[in-house]
């Protein structure tokens, strides 16, 4: 069974800084491009970034509002995806899910699933 | 802020069809595919819709999705007290910089 399971999530004070963890299992981790999506309370989705599988470059790539502040990571060897977030402001409240899609098209069909963990909630309040 | 605008709301009586739109620009729909998503009250995303007209294993026939131009449309066929939830339409948009962007939601009700 997938499971994707964050941590890290709190209160924490306007310019400070918190780590999130995501811990994968049931699929192979190494392979997933893995992305950061969050929901500030009663408002809609919005895209953190992602990070790429080591084969594919493990580059990164983060939404304008975020950029600068946040850095993806992951290690493979622990199965772990990691959100550092500084610099936090107030806007940044939100639940912060973490996911992978594999999608896959063939000349004759596609296949696609996705997995999300349950989110971890972070509050930036001073 | 979402660049994909969908309609706050949308509502049905059971078994009725209800269409949701999607419109976005030449950077996110007009030239990439588009996802669409359901959130259940207190649940994570699910994706629901990919490559535009797409389902994933184990979602309904009821459920399609459609794209014309820079616009997007997902129809629920058939509605079930189940399928309230919020919708949300995707794509990535190719303008500046790589970017997932999001619509801005639609709450559908069964009445």
């Known amino acids: 069974e997938v499971q994707l399971v964050e941590s890290g999530g709190g209160l924490v004070k306007p310019g400070g800084s918190l780590r999130l963890s995501c811990a994968a299992s049931g699929f192979t981790f190494s392979n997933a491009w893995m992305s950061w999506v969050r929901q500030a309370p009663g408002k809609g989705l919005e895209w953190v970034g992602r990070?790429?599988?080591?084969?594919?470059?493990?580059?990164?790539d983060y939404a304008a509002p975020v950029k600068g502040r946040f850095t993806i990571s992951r290690d493979d060897s622990k199965n772990t995806l990691y959100l550092q977030m500084n610099s936090l402001k107030t806007e940044d409240t939100a639940v912060y899910y973490c996911?992978?899609?594999?999608?896959?098209?063939?000349?004759?069909?596609?296949?696609?699933?996705?997995?999300w963990g349950q989110g971890t909630l972070v509050t930036v309040s001073s | 802020q979402s660049v994909l605008t969908q309609p706050p709301s949308a509502s049905g009586t059971p078994g009725q069809r209800v269409t949701i739109s999607c419109s976005g620009s030449?950077?996110?729909?007009?030239?990439?595919?588009v996802y669409w998503y359901q959130q259940l009250p207190g649940t994570a995303p699910k994706l629901l819709i990919y490559r535009n007209n797409q389902r994933p294993s184990g979602v309904p026939d009821r459920f399609s999705g459609s794209k014309s131009g820079t616009s997007a449309s997902l129809a629920i066929s058939g509605l079930r007290s189940e399928d309230e939830a919020d919708y949300y339409c995707a794509a990535w948009d190719d303008s500046l910089s790589v970017n997932y962007v999001f619509g801005t939601g639609t709450k559908v009700t069964v009445l």
């Open positions: 030449s950077s996110n729909i007009g030239s990439n595919y």
């Open positions: 996911t992978t899609v594999d999608e896959y098209c063939s000349s004759t069909s596609c296949y696609a699933v996705d997995y």
């Open positions: 990070i790429k599988s080591k084969t594919d470059g493990g580059t990164t």
